[in-house]
């Protein structure tokens, strides 16, 4: 466990478009800021931006609004639209009621609109999520990495709501290069109990230590974590996905 | 929005047991270890050494289970006393069933086991959930500051699983001194668009963050957190509690 961390945002992150090479982007904030990424830091890049510069972004007036789309959107005041594309990210609905869409995606996060978002894209647009986070996270892991010349990890985030508590959380969709799940299923507290069922989720909180610094408006989308080195390895995003049978919330 | 937080453990917490006065063994190992308080800092307290500075400790002994405890117990090899306990401390149980006991307790949080837990207490006891964590906050604030002489903010902090995803997180139980939700609404992206719907629980994300370095059996159960100053004022955990009317998982 690290006694310390730092958690820095990168300034000087330009407008992303689509068929940005973001790690180049992102390698050049971060020498025009003088801060060299050092082995084990974890670059934290909001799905934002990874989804602007994939292209993952849906011309509104492209989109042919179904029949259900549009009945939902009219009763509850929401841009028909929009309802559309949030049903063509979901392949299951887990809540669609009081105006508030929660489904699962394609790629298998739980969350509210599908991960669509009308925020920080010019008006008549929204973002979806990347198609494939983790891979997202590998490819800038590799650019990253190779650039800098040692091994980082990376995580791209997205803030989620959650049942129960008020506000969102940053959590991480897409991991390269870190274990995003620390279990102390076996370790002995210092009682010499054996410990059962504790297994935390490292990347969602590096996630969430993260957002604190970004800044929804300011536009600081990537942040280095610095401290993590421990849990440097190989894991994914997907695997902090509750797999369904254990899942009593469905 | 800061740029940069600092997120340090706090080494050389005694073991804590019941009437001590856990804000002066705080201050003691602040001193011992060289790390004066700042203006802003938040520190983060695991709910554990709460509980059992307050007494908030059940020994099994003491307890007669239930026949509803028994015969959940006896179903999924649990201690039925333990079931008792996690009974006792709910007002309401969310789900129950294959041996996982998801329930609203009595200070409104939902979690599971009602946040009863027998890690770090000695064999034969578990340590519940302090009866009022904004209080216990309160008062480690205020002697905090006191002792410190600048005004700093507190958070009772506990690990806590979450709906479709693997793995616990931290979140804030108890705030004292810190606004626990930042609210983006009526703000505009560099769009200039309207954000409609953020709210971050920036509470539950520095409980996160100090998770990182507290380790579950590391004896490390006090995290500073430097550089979240912005968001000092007035807040209490419980505003972190979405109301029912507005959940739909209950």
């Not at 990874?50 to 042919?64: F, H």
């Not at 990210?89 to 298998?108: A, Y």
């Not at 979806?128 to 997202?136: K, N, Q, V």
């Not at 054996?194 to 969602?204: C, F, P």
Request: hydrophobic share 45%; proline share 6%.
């Amino acid at each position: 466990m690290p006694t310390e961390l730092r958690i820095v945002s990168v300034p000087g992150i330009p407008e992303v478009t689509a068929g940005a090479d973001l790690a180049e982007l992102i390698g050049d904030a971060l020498s025009a800021c003088g801060l060299a990424l050092e082995a084990g830091d974890v670059v934290v890049v909001a799905q934002k931006v990874v989804s602007k510069s994939e292209g993952a972004v849906v011309a509104l007036a492209d989109v042919e609004p179904s029949a259900r789309a549009r009945e939902w959107a009219s009763a509850y005041e929401k841009d028909p639209a929009v309802i559309e594309v949030v049903l063509r990210e979901s392949r299951r609905l887990v809540r669609m009621e009081r105006g508030i869409v929660i489904s699962e995606t394609h790629q298998g996060f739980i969350c509210a609109n599908a991960g669509v978002d009308a925020s920080n894209v010019p008006e008549g647009y929204v973002t979806i999520l990347p198609r494939d986070p983790d891979g997202s996270a590998a490819r800038l892991q590799a650019t990253l990495s190779a650039r800098s010349g040692v091994t980082v990890a990376t995580i791209v985030s997205d803030t989620f709501g959650r049942p129960w508590r008020d506000g969102v959380v940053n959590v991480a969709l897409g991991v390269a290069g870190l274990r995003p799940l620390l279990d102390y299923r076996g370790a002995r507290d210092p009682f010499g109990r054996l410990l059962q069922s504790t297994v935390i989720a490292v990347a969602d909180e590096i996630a969430g230590a993260a957002e604190l610094v970004m800044g929804k408006t300011a536009g600081r989308p990537v942040v280095v974590v610095r401290g993590a080195g421990e849990w440097a390895g190989h894991g994914t995003g997907a695997m902090l996905l509750r797999p369904p049978s254990m899942d009593l919330f469905r």
